[in-house]
């Protein structure tokens, strides 16, 4: 079964650090390029960060640039997300998905087809 | 980054309606437009991809057109299951989303 486990999210303080981890099962996790979206509460849908398959190809939203981290270790089948200097805006359900291409003809269109079940971040003031 | 713009924010309808919701691009996203379905609790679920391409395993009732910079979906035949937040996004600039459109049911 295709799967995504996220873990790590937790409350923390405004100005903490916090680490999450993405767990692929089911694929070939080194084959695909993946990225991090955020749900703040009672809120839509943020893309925060992707990461190509061989980490060659690194993409943040503005709001999060010098304060995330996007990695991912291949062999062990996991994705992170370093995020420095919390705030009270970081608050959110953080999911994992797999940024699939669907079609390569005739250039390759992305999208989303796989997502845990997400983790939940809260910055405290 | 591309800035994507919903519209309406929410909807009311009822089983059988036909609904369409639209989704504007401040510059072109060419086809690299998706849509998803989120239900509450739950991640969101891949419904159509490069504008108009449905992913295996979602009902025929949804579709996808346009390009550019204006883009739809529509539910022919709204079942209560269909009733959710859409999300559309594109991939043509890193990745954004658009604020969401709640259907509800009328």
């Known amino acids: 079964e295709v799967q995504l486990v996220e873990s790590g999210g937790a409350l923390v303080q405004s100005g903490g650090s916090l680490r999450l981890s993405c767990a692929a099962s089911g694929f070939t996790f080194s084959t695909y390029s993946m990225s991090w979206v955020r749900q703040a509460p009672g809120k839509g849908l943020e893309w925060v960060s992707h990461?190509?398959?061989?980490?060659?190809?690194?993409y943040y939203v503005d709001s999060v640039k010098g304060r995330f981290t996007i990695s991912r270790d291949n062999a062990n089948n996991s994705l992170y997300l370093e995020m420095n200097s919390l705030r009270a805006e970081d608050t959110a359900v953080y999911f994992c998905?797999?940024?699939?291409?669907?079609?390569?003809?005739?250039?390759?269109?992305?999208?989303?087809?796989?997502w845990g079940q997400g983790t939940a971040v809260t910055v405290s003031s | 980054d591309i800035q994507m713009t919903q519209s309406p924010s929410s909807l009311s309808a009822s089983v059988g309606d036909r609904v369409t919701i639209t989704c504007r691009a401040r510059?072109?996203?060419?086809?690299?437009l998706n849509w998803y379905q989120q239900k509450p609790g739950k991640p969101p679920k891949l419904l159509i991809y490069?504008?108009?391409t449905l992913q295996s395993g979602v009902p025929s009732r949804f579709s996808g057109s346009g390009g550019g910079t204006e883009f739809t979906l529509t539910i022919n035949s709204l079942q209560p299951e269909d009733f959710a937040v859409y999300y559309c996004q594109q991939s043509y600039s890193a990745r954004t989303f658009g604020q969401g459109t709640k259907v509800e049911i009328k």
């Open positions: 998905a797999r940024d699939n291409v669907l079609a390569a003809t005739p250039s390759y269109y992305y999208a989303m087809d796989v």
């Open positions: 990461i190509s398959s061989s980490s060659s190809t690194i």
């Open positions: 510059q072109s996203a060419s086809r690299y």
């Open positions: 490069a504008a108009s």
